[in-house]
């Protein structure tokens, strides 16, 4: 494949996953605290793209939302979204694939290193994202307490993020061959 394009091809596919980011981010799932698959979008990207790639594609996702396309939960944009309380969220999805990137040289494509790559992945945003809920909280509202930022924000969220990371996991290995099949083609 030409590097021209090679280059194109990896430009389509960071594109194509983030509208993926963003359909899933659309998905609500409606339980006592509803949830989207927007985290099962942020693995699978991972997952198929690497870290390099994964991470461009998470900043296309966040840059398409800061200047007001509607590509978040409940179909939601703008700086607003990104300086409140649940932006530190998506923006701790950047820290996950710098981490993910960095990663990725020493554990490669092993299917146990990507788990750990997901998984530390998913503690990266989950630590960024509560620190930035408690600092613009504190701001806004008032002083709130880890425990209570936690009850509200993580873990609620934990068994469906780790079944959203599995299933990214076991699907991210066939979309992978699907697409390196029709990159040659």
């Known amino acids: 494949m030409t590097t021209t394009r090679s280059k194109t091809y990896d430009m389509i596919c960071i594109a194509m996953f983030a509208v993926v980011m963003a359909v899933c981010s659309w998905i609500s799932i409606p339980t006592v605290v509803p949830f989207t698959m927007q985290t099962f979008a942020l693995f699978l990207t991972f997952g198929v793209l690497g870290g390099k790639k994964g991470t461009l594609t998470v900043v296309v996702y966040v840059l398409l939302g800061a200047v007001g396309i509607p590509v978040f939960a409940g179909f939601s944009s703008g700086l607003g979204v990104l300086m409140g309380t649940t932006g530190g969220y998506i923006l701790g999805f950047l820290f996950s694939g710098l981490l993910y990137w960095m990663l990725e040289g020493a554990l490669g494509e092993k ?7 997901m998984l530390l992945g998913m503690i990266t945003y989950y630590i960024f994202g509560t620190i930035w809920f408690m600092v613009v909280y504190a701001n806004t509202t008032g002083a709130v307490g880890l425990t209570a930022v936690l009850g509200w924000c993580v873990v609620p969220f934990l068994v469906p993020d780790f079944i ?3 299933l990214a996991l ?6 992978k061959k699907i697409l390196q099949h029709t990159s040659r083609a």
């Open 111 to 117: 299917r146990w290193g990507q788990a750990l790559m």
């Open 164 to 166: 959203k990371m599995v």
């Open 170 to 175: 076991v699907l991210s290995g066939r979309l």
